[in-house]
Every structure is written in C-alpha cells, then in structure tokens.
C-alpha cells in the first residue's frame, strides 16, 4: 500500500468547515477522523487494512456516527457495510459455538407453565379465568 503525502495527513487533520462538529482529534482513533472529516476514500483504506468499524472513541461514537454528524453519505455507506460483514462473521462465529455446546448436552425437555396472577382476591379469579396462560414443553433431542 503506498504511503501517503504530508499533504494528504495536513488535509485529513485540518478542522472540519462544519465548526460546530470541530474537536480535538487527539482522542480519536484514524477511522473516526477519516468518517468525520468524510473522507470516503481513506475511510476504505482503513478499512481494508483491518480497522474495526465497530471500535468506539471516548465519548462512545462510532465511526458510522461520525460519518452521520458530518453528513457524509459515501463514508456512512462504507461504514455501514463494514458494519453489517462484521456483525455476520461475528454471528457464524457464535452460532458455531452454540451448536457445538448443544450437541454435547445430553438429551432433556423441559415444560415451561405461564399465567398472569393477582394478590387481589377477585382480580385473581378473573385474570385466571380470562387472561391467557399457556405450556409450552421444549425437547432436545440428538
């Protein structure tokens, strides 16, 4: 990856013309100046060289936040994606492992009984005459 101009750093450090959005910088990490000074193309770099789009600054933002606040459809848009490709590795990851643990349970149901109840005597009788109540039985099998 070539490296980039001073130039190119000067611009993505120089304060946004959006004042009220300006602050410090010095707190955030490069993906988050990169999304709020909407620089879509170094955005994508960063991205492509492993930086977590789910990574939060110390006042809790993301980077697509950021993109947000300054109006930056292209960096929001990329932001977005990276987003939504992490949060489905993460949840293959942990599907994996869920279906792993249940296949080594041991086979077992479970019956599960619900109603709404009242300490007071006649909303009591009422409630479990015509409130809805139900079993549910659960089986792992296998």
């Given amino acids: 990856m ?7 750093h000067a ?3 120089t304060p946004p013309c959006f004042g009220s959005l300006y602050r410090s910088t010095a707190f955030l990490q490069p993906l988050h100046i990169a999304a709020l000074r909407g620089h ?8 492509a060289a492993g930086l ?19 109006r930056s459809m292209d960096a929001a848009r990329l932001l977005q994606r990276a987003l939504l490709a992490e949060l489905k590795a993460e949840l293959k990851a942990k599907r994996a492992q869920l279906l792993h ?3 080594s349970m041991p086979d077992y149901s479970l019956q599960l009984k619900w109603q709404l109840g009242s300490s007071l005597p006649g909303l009591s009788m009422l409630l479990r ?6 079993t549910y039985t659960i089986w792992k099998v296998g």
């Avoid at 070539?2 to 190119?8: D, G, T, V, W």
């Avoid at 005459?129 to 139900?134: G, S, T, V």
């Fill in 129 to 134: 005459r015509y409130a809805p109540h139900d």
């Fill in 101 to 103: 643990t249940m296949r």
């Fill in 2 to 8: 070539p490296r980039a101009s001073s130039s190119a």
């Fill in 40 to 47: 879509s193309e170094a955005v994508a770099a960063l991205l």
């Fill in 11 to 13: 611009r993505l450090l």
């Fill in 52 to 70: 977590s789009p789910s990574a939060r600054s110390s006042r809790g933002w993301t980077p697509l936040d950021e993109a947000c606040a300054a």
